[in-house]
């Protein structure tokens, strides 16, 4: 009996986080997790030891490198877009933003980096260690106009979208507050409450904020050292450009930390194990 009220409850307790926001930050998470995970400690492995895994090993390092840096700065664009209309069009957030139509941005985002990336790194995919000059060696190769193209994809159009999206928001957030502490005097309860639902929509997009910013410091030394010319990114770039812009993908979740009570408890849940407890259905982390 406990346990069937345990399964009848655990659906409706978890329903509180199913939001189409927070499917796009899963995602978000999913991709800076594999960044940590796969990318950066090859990455730190490949600067200070000699590459013995060999090409085929090598070309998947780089593909995984590529696919997770896209499906990140996708996540990103797609949750500005989220943000905009949640406070440009309240209204009708509910109605345009549905959790099915989340999930099918999310996979279109998915299978598209997926496509770009397999179409960028294409000789690479026929030919693995085309760029590889010596035993022992990891590159990431590719021609300039291969890196110019990159540029565009994966930085400056995903931020143009970013940054017009985010000045409108901030426009249209700057509006709401000074309308609603013109009008705090006559605030009802029914009032409050949206007031309470403004100052949310206004934190988020502070958030989106210091993303944007984060986002602008991590991948600016990387693509400017593109545009200057070096072919084997690996061996020829500074150990910094590297990091930083690797470091984009774990800097995201401490931002979440940092903003939202209710993240830092759900991964302590989650951490601690406490999620695996029959009484954790009962539990309130919003």
Known sequence: MRQDQFRSNKPSADRQLHTSTNLLLLSLSVSDFLMGLLVIPVDIYVRTSCWTLGDVFCFLWVYMSFLLTSVSVGNMVLISADRYVAICDPLH???????RRVQLCVC?????????????????LVHPGRYISCYGECVIGGDYYAGVIDLVVTFLLPLSIIITLYMRVFVVAV????????????????HSVTVRAKK?????ARTLGVLVL???????PFYITTLAGDKNLTSSFPEYV??????????????YSLFYPWFRRAVRHVVTLHILQPDSCEDNIL
Not at 108 to 124: A, E, G, I, R, V
Not at 214 to 220: N, R
């Open 93 to 99: 957030y509910n109605t345009k933003v549905t959790v």
């Open 108 to 124: 279109l985002c998915w299978f598209s980096s997926f496509l770009y990336c397999s179409s960028t790194l294409k000789d690479q």
């Open 175 to 190: 509006s709401q507050a000074r309308a609603m502490s013109s009008h705090v005097t006559s605030v009802t309860l029914q």
């Open 200 to 204: 949310s929509e206004l934190k988020a």
């Open 214 to 220: 984060v986002f602008l410091v991590c991948f600016c």
């Open 242 to 255: 590297s990091y930083f812009f690797y470091f984009n993908s774990c800097l995201n979740p401490l931002i």
